[in-house]
Nanobody, 123 residues
Framework: QVQLVESGGGLVQAGGSLRLSCAASGGTFSSYAMGWFRQAPGKEREFVAA????????YYADSVKGRFTISRDNAKNTVYLQMNSLKPEDTAVYYCAADSGPTTAQAMGYDYWGQGTQVTVSS
């Protein structure tokens, strides 16, 4: 059983930056692919970024490509999402998730989820 705890969310002006962190416990972190998803009010949860267990492969949604960077530190059991040039449409609850299978953008592929952290971008 893996527990995931996100942090780093908050209120930021458009054009600003935030770095989200997701700390994992209770499992072998380095054996999991990790992903970030987000859900805005009234919308479905959507894929943001994913990273393989080694960090050698990274994937991004088109909407965040070039602005967001996913990374991981297996020694610290933590995955990060650096978010730059934030836009109001990035406002959402951001969730990290752990996947014991291949790295995927599909939410159904993930086994464990955090509780989420709110990101609000003002215009």
């Amino acid at each position: 059983q893996v527990q995931l705890v996100e942090s780093g969310g908050g209120l930021v002006q458009a054009g600003g930056s935030l770095r989200l962190s997701c700390a994992a416990s209770g499992g072998t972190f380095s054996s999991y692919a990790m992903g970030w998803f987000r859900q805005a009010p009234g919308k479905e949860r959507e894929f943001v970024a994913a990273i393989s267990w080694s960090g050698g492969a990274r994937y991004y949604a088109d909407s965040v490509k070039g602005r967001f960077t996913i990374s991981r530190d297996n020694a610290k059991n933590t995955v990060y999402l650096q978010m730059n040039s934030l836009k109001p449409e990035d406002t959402a609850v951001y969730y990290c998730a752990a996947d014991s299978g291949p790295t995927t953008a599909q939410a159904m592929g993930y086994d464990y989820w955090g509780q989420g952290t709110q990101v609000t971008v003002s215009s």
